[in-house]
């Protein structure tokens, strides 16, 4: 069961972190980390972590891609602010987009308030937001 959850959580930030095309090369990441893994037991894993290939070919975590249709459609900026993450949205759409963002429970958003069309995110640091800024940029880009 260790051996499950270490493989999963590399899988994780595989995903999350890296433009991944196939099994193969996710394999082949997961080597360079020392993680050995088949091709089975790699396509339970993506199941079970909900990853979906996502319409450029790299594969995504299916919260992600779903929010990423919904930001794509409402999402008109995202601004890093210190440690806060501004999301400006078309009018009325801020709780619909910030609760598909919750669904998606990045661990370095420590939490999200929602108006009409504003979210704020709030995470540790400044470099947090910077990151979670860049990754929602990439998110409804695809």
């Known amino acids: 069961m260790k ?7 590399a899988i994780r930030d595989l995903v999350a972190n890296e433009k991944i095309k196939t099994q193969e ?12 893994a088949t091709q089975a037991t790699l396509s339970r894993d993506m199941v079970d972590l909900g990853i979906v290939k996502a319409s450029d070919g790299c ?10 249709r919904l930001g ?4 008109r900026d995202v601004i890093p ?17 910030a609760a ?17 069309d504003t979210i704020l995110l709030v995470t540790m640091t400044s470099s947090q937001a910077d990151s979670v ?10």
């Open 72 to 75: 794509a459609e409402f999402i």
């Open 81 to 97: 602010a210190g440690n806060m993450v501004l999301i400006k949205c078309s009018e009325g759409a801020a709780a619909g987009v």
């Open 100 to 116: 598909a963002f919750d669904r998606m429970a990045w661990e370095e958003v420590l939490g999200s308030v929602a108006g009409d």
């Open 25 to 36: 090369d996710l394999i082949s990441k997961l080597k360079e980390r020392g993680i050995s």
């Open 3 to 9: 051996d499950k959850m270490v493989r999963q959580t």
């Open 59 to 68: 594969y995504i975590y299916e919260d992600d891609f779903k929010f990423a």
């Open 133 to 142: 800024s860049a990754r929602l940029k990439g998110l409804i880009k695809n």
